[in-house]
């Protein structure tokens, strides 16, 4: 009975979205510099494909910026490959005018300078962060006919001497593996590692039973909550998810392990502060606005804005974060 009353509740949830989403804690427009911006045309860069989240949440905020500036052109360019850093790259190349800006995820900005044998950019030399923009929950699932209900199952199942468990990812390197590496590793157990290309692929796996975990993008596995193949089992935010409010968190489940997936404004490493300070104010505004909330909720994606060295700071957290992950998984790309 309590599993079912959980999963009306997660469906009627999911289906409804009508949340509150609450902002960073510095809610407020800043007054910034008397920094000139925007020119007559902005290339907002999104270093991966169209349908992405980073292109969702980049073509939400140019529509906003758009429509508070007439005549000026606000234009999403998708540059995907080489795991984001192709993309990054470019905005890393760029002049530091205002003109071209980029959207960016923990993998180019943090993850891949551990991943990579050579960056053609340097993240912390070339890119300047301007804003957080965006932040979506994550969650660890398992096929529901496996008969895991909660993590604390799961860790005992990983580590029965006669179970080999498989986890699913979206990628060598990605966050969903990372994620997957730092629960194995802190129940002291190891479990086989299947890549897969995108997340819905990584959910028919998931379903089939050809894998039999995975850390995913809550929205990713939400279409297949209705017919009750996949059981959530923990959602990888510090707190409970707004979207998934009775999804424990797996802090509260006895695993320290957090891999929110998050979304950041970046601009050419050099661009002066107070064009930076600028930029950020007109990216705070645009996040505050209820058509720009009302968007993103739909896709579980809560805005999440903050100052620029919030975001310098959380870069530097995250990179603490999965460096002992990578380095005792002994995770590569070449």
């Known amino acids: 009975m309590l599993e079912t009353e959980t999963r009306r509740s997660l469906l ?4 409804r979205l009508g949340l509150t989403v609450v902002l960073g804690a510095n809610t407020a427009i800043a007054v910034a510099a008397d920094a000139p911006w925007p020119p007559k045309l902005v290339r907002i860069i999104v270093p991966f494909a169209a ?3 980073p292109d969702i949440v980049g073509r939400v905020l140019a529509d906003s910026l758009q429509a508070r500036h007439p005549g000026i052109g606000f234009v999403v360019e998708n540059k995907p490959g080489a795991s984001g850093n192709i993309g990054t790259d470019t905005v890393a190349k760029s002049k530091p005018d205002g003109a071209t800006l980029g959207i960016s995820i923990a993998g180019p900005l943090v993850i891949n300078r551990m991943l990579f044998a050579k960056l053609p950019y340097d993240p912390e030399r070339d890119i300047a962060p301007v804003t957080m923009l965006t932040r979506m929950p994550s969650v660890l699932a ?4 496996l008969g895991i209900g909660s993590v604390a199952d799961f860790v005992a199942r990983l580590k029965d001497g006669n179970s080999s468990l498989a986890y699913a990812s979206i990628g060598a390197g990605s966050l969903s593996q990372l994620c997957m590496e730092a629960i194995a590793q802190r129940a002291g157990a190891r479990m086989v ?3 897969y290309a995108g997340s819905p692929n990584a959910v028919t ?3 089939r039973g050809d894998v039999q975990a995975a850390c995913l993008p809550a929205i990713s596995v939400a279409p297949q909550l209705a017919s009750g193949a996949i059981k959530l089992l923990a959602v990888t935010t510090p707190e409970r998810s707004p979207f998934l409010p009775v999804v424990p968190t797996l802090k509260e489940s006895g695993i320290d392990v957090q891999s929110d997936a998050w979304n950041a404004l970046v601009a050419p490493g050099g661009t ?3 064009l930076v300070d600028t930029i950020n104010a007109e990216v705070r505004q645009s996040l505050s606005e209820p058509a ?3 968007k993103l909720r739909t896709q579980m994606i809560a805005p999440t804005p903050s100052s620029p060295n919030e975001l310098r700071k959380t870069l530097a957290d995250e990179k603490l ?3 002992d992950v990578i380095r005792a998984a002994g995770i590569r790309i070449e």
């Not at 009627?12 to 289906?15: D, F, N, P, S």
């Open 272 to 274: 002066p502060p107070a």
């Open 142 to 145: 398992v096929p529901a006919g």
């Open 193 to 195: 590692h299947i890549p």
């Open 292 to 294: 720009v909330i009302a």
């Open 321 to 323: 974060l999965w460096a």
């Open 12 to 15: 009627k949830t999911v289906a």
């Open 51 to 53: 349908g992405s989240t």
């Open 205 to 207: 796996a998931l379903i």
